[in-house]
């Protein structure tokens, strides 16, 4: 991010004295990327923000992660990770399924009725798509509403919780880069102002508006972090709240974007992912599938041309609409379809053909492509639909001759 915003109080100059009306110094935090070298902000705490009395292990949900072996592509059906009465009993930090892995991205899935606990994630950002349900996100730098279709930037190491507040669940597709996760460069001038062509801009992302101004003493912080490589947790138990901030200002923050904000880029043929690219991350891209006119040559056809993208595992969850390429699969709401590099993959058998004609596309997915393989977790081998590598042939092992 390097959109400046002003939250609350801040002093006319930064470094300086800023007091309360009894005269007592609030104490100056510096949040920034890559040392003092990239976006940052400043905030104010009544408390000294490194004062804890406790740290303890924080025992993580299950994190091993399993080959992609034997290689085949896969159907994850999301919505059997949560049935019954599992999202009353779960939250959106520690309920989440670990889905799939690598060194650069984890990617899980949560349905959850339960607030949160405190949570931190010191490893990278997470960019959170709420697939349905409702509620808020409470950060140490102020509060944003969640609901349907919204993404939600959480920088490295910032301090929040999440608070359901509908009677159905807040379901949430959680992505963690191992670094950080912003607008494609392309989309920016030298100095990070959304371009012309870029298909969203600052107008669509929204930042907390005041502080929570939360106050309390012996309070419990979640960490989720990497020592020597291997991901842990601790429990930290803070003196005073860490929503103890009067204000903030600088260009490093939450903020929520709204899927249907993002300005669909269409051609006569067929266009590539990039052009539905909305972020990228420590080598993996985020994209945006979103309702739209398709191609419009006379002789096109819609649906992707089958491809092998040799250096890339394709990563699709469809969160609405009806997805012209997947017909016939067995994919439907809250499916990830699982397509490693390695061999082709594209339209199930007849898409092809049926899409010719076709004008309109009303589909809506967000795709992760990696630029390294990615693992399975727990999360995928327990909600696996396992005929779907066949779909394309119409023969599984069963069937050999």
């Given amino acids: 991010m390097t959109f400046y915003r002003q939250v609350g109080s801040v002093p006319p100059k ?56 034997p290689l085949r592509h896969r159907h994850l059906k999301l919505h059997e990770l949560f049935l019954g009465d599992k999202p009353a009993e779960s939250d959106v930090v520690t309920g989440r399924r670990l889905l799939l892995g690598n060194a650069d991205v984890r990617i899980s899935y949560v349905a959850a009725l339960r607030e949160s606990a405190l949570y931190r994630n010191a490893i990278g950002d997470e960019l959170v798509y709420i697939e349905s349900g409702s509620g808020r996100v409470e950060t140490v730098f102020g509060s944003l509403p969640v609901r349907q279709g919204l993404q939600v930037l959480l920088p490295r190491a910032t301090t929040h919780r999440w608070i359901p507040d509908g009677p159905e669940p807040l379901r949430a597709y959680v992505i963690e880069g191992s670094g950080h996760i912003t607008p494609p ?109 398709v191609d419009y040559h006379p002789l096109s056809i819609p649906v992707p041309y089958y491809h092998s993208n ?54 809506l997915a967000v795709m992760v492509d990696t630029f390294h393989p990615l693992q399975l977790g727990e999360g995928a081998m327990a909600c696996e639909d396992p005929g779907y590598a066949w779909t394309w042939s119409g023969r599984g092992p069963s069937q050999w001759i």
């Fill in 14 to 69: 930064r470094h300086t004295q800023h007091r309360d009306e009894q005269g007592r110094l609030y104490y100056e935090e510096l949040m920034g990327e890559e040392g003092f070298s990239g976006d940052s902000s400043l905030l104010y705490h009544r408390g000294m923000p490194p004062a804890i009395v406790d740290s303890s292990v924080w025992v993580l949900p299950e994190q091993r992660l399993y080959p992609n072996h």
């Fill in 185 to 293: 460069k392309r989309y920016l001038s030298k100095y990070g102002q959304f371009l012309e062509h870029s298909p969203y801009c600052e107008r669509d992302l929204h930042g907390p508006t005041e502080p929570v101004s939360a106050t309390g003493e012996n309070v419990e912080v979640l960490v989720k972090h990497r020592p020597a490589g291997e991901i842990v947790g601790t429990s930290m138990v803070y003196a005073t709240h860490p929503f103890d901030v009067v204000g903030w200002d600088g260009c490093l923050y939450p903020f929520t974007f709204d899927i249907a904000d993002f300005e669909p880029i269409t051609g006569r043929v067929h266009q590539p992912p990039p052009a539905h690219q909305a972020f990228e991350g420590q080598n993996f891209v985020i994209c945006n599938f979103v309702p739209r006119k």
């Fill in 310 to 363: 040799v250096d890339s595992d394709e990563i699709m969850f469809y969160c609405g609409g009806d997805y012209e390429a997947r017909k016939g699969s067995g994919i439907g709401q809250g499916s990830v379809s699982v397509h490693p590099g390695g061999y082709a993959h594209g339209p199930q058998p007849g898409a092809y053909e049926r899409s010719i004609g076709k004008e309109f596309f009303d589909e």
